[in-house]
């Protein structure tokens, strides 16, 4: 009996030193969660991008200068004053005595010469303060320099064409040597308008002594023969046109043999 009354004041010793038992939780159960599974991977080392080239700048090439081209000089041309120096002169629409005739000048009548032909024997001239022009053969005039200074133009300048009449036909040359013969078929005018002048002009620039020269030829005929020698660096050519009362028919180039 005293082993049991020790042995129960001992356990009733060791119960009161346990501390005393936490009341029960009741707790929710938690939602199941599904939880996916993760693959590792293993960590790979970072590569380092190799730091990328910058370009060296390209130096920017100075262009080669270019050859400039010396610039043309523009002659410098006179215009002169010439004095009729005979009785009377015709004024001509060309540089020849074959051209139709403009008007006539009295002797001490002045012009300015604004152009001239190839070799300086026509002059070109006009009143001052006005604009009509026309040819005077130069040693009918007394000229204030040198006419050579002047500008050179063409014959067909100041030339006034018909608007009535078409250009000549059938316009053929031929060769023998050194002389080429041009002919054409005449033209037929109404009653009227006959210009009572010099009614075909044949202009050339053929070959004389080494240079090509103009050499206008007027004729009542249907044909003409001009001399035209080797020896020149151009070719040589001409046309062929009729005259009527309102001017000139348009030229016909010669088919030069």
């Given at each position: 009996m005293r082993k049991t009354g020790l042995t129960l004041l001992l356990l009733f010793a060791l119960s009161a030193c346990a501390p005393a038992a936490a009341p029960a939780t009741v707790t929710a159960a938690a939602?199941?969660?599904e939880t996916a599974t993760s693959t590792l991977v293993p960590a790979t080392a970072t590569e380092?991008?190799?730091?990328?080239?910058?370009?060296?700048p390209i130096p920017s090439q100075t262009p080669t200068p270019s050859h400039t081209p010396t610039p043309s000089v523009t002659p410098t041309y006179a215009i002169l004053r010439g004095v009729v120096n005979v009785e009377k002169v015709?004024?001509?629409?060309?540089?020849g005595a074959m051209y139709l005739y403009l008007y006539g000048m009295l002797q001490g009548a002045t012009q300015d010469i604004v152009g001239r032909n190839q070799d300086g024997t026509w002059l070109l001239t006009q009143s001052r303060g006005d604009v009509l022009r026309c040819w005077v053969k130069a040693d009918?005039?007394?000229?204030?320099?040198?006419v050579m200074g002047v500008e050179p133009v063409h014959p067909h300048i100041v030339l006034p064409w018909s608007p009535y009449y078409g250009p000549l036909t059938h316009v053929s040359a031929t060769r023998n040597g050194d002389e080429v013969r041009i002919s054409w078929?005449?033209?037929v005018l109404?009653?009227?308008?006959?210009?009572?002048?010099?009614?075909y002009v044949v202009e050339t620039w053929v070959c004389q002594d080494g240079e090509l020269l103009f050499n206008p030829v007027g004729t009542y005929a249907y044909a003409v023969t001009v001399t035209d020698e080797a020896g020149c660096d151009q070719p040589s050519y001409?046309?062929?046109?009729?005259?009527?009362?309102?001017?000139?028919?348009r030229p016909v180039e010669i088919p030069w043999p």
């Open positions: 939602p199941t969660v380092t991008p190799a730091p990328s080239l910058t370009p060296s015709s004024c001509r629409y060309g540089p009918l005039m007394d000229i204030s320099g040198d078929n005449a033209l109404r009653a009227g308008d006959s210009s009572e002048q010099t009614p001409g046309y062929v046109l009729a005259a009527e009362k309102h001017g000139y028919t």
